[in-house]
């Protein structure tokens, strides 16, 4: 079983910066993507950004110019780098790895963006 441990989630001022991690224990060969979604209460869950095993990235149009998401293949490690936070992406965020064809999800870690 792929386990994803995700952390960097805290309360922060709109403005401000936080940086997700998320490290997973599965095999590096049959990885495919690595991404990050979040969900905030009441809506459902959104995609924010993925990368691709060949470093293509994707991210949500609410997010570009401010989050970037990368990976540290060595560390089976993928980031994701927030800034210019807003109080609109308080939210609970999950990273998802997907090996030979299987997704899995780590537990997520809240984000709160709050003055």
């Known amino acids: 079983q792929v386990q994803l441990v995700e952390s960097g989630g805290g309360l922060v001022q709109p403005g401000g910066s936080l940086r997700l991690s998320c490290a997973h224990s599965?095999?590096?060969?049959?990885?495919?993507?690595m991404g990050w979604y979040r969900q905030a209460p009441g809506k459902q869950r959104e995609l924010v950004a993925s990368?691709?095993?060949?470093?293509?990235?994707n991210s949500a149009d609410s997010v570009k110019g401010r989050f970037t998401i990368s990976k540290d293949n060595a560390k089976k490690t993928v980031y994701l780098q927030m800034d210019s936070l807003k109080p609109e992406d308080t939210a609970v965020y999950y990273c998802?790895?997907?090996?030979?064809?299987?997704?899995?999800w780590g537990q997520g870690t809240q984000v709160t963006v709050s003055s």
């Open positions: 990368i691709a095993n060949g470093g293509t990235t």
């Open positions: 998802n790895v997907e090996i030979y064809g299987k997704v899995y």
């Open positions: 599965g095999s590096i060969f049959g990885l495919s993507s």
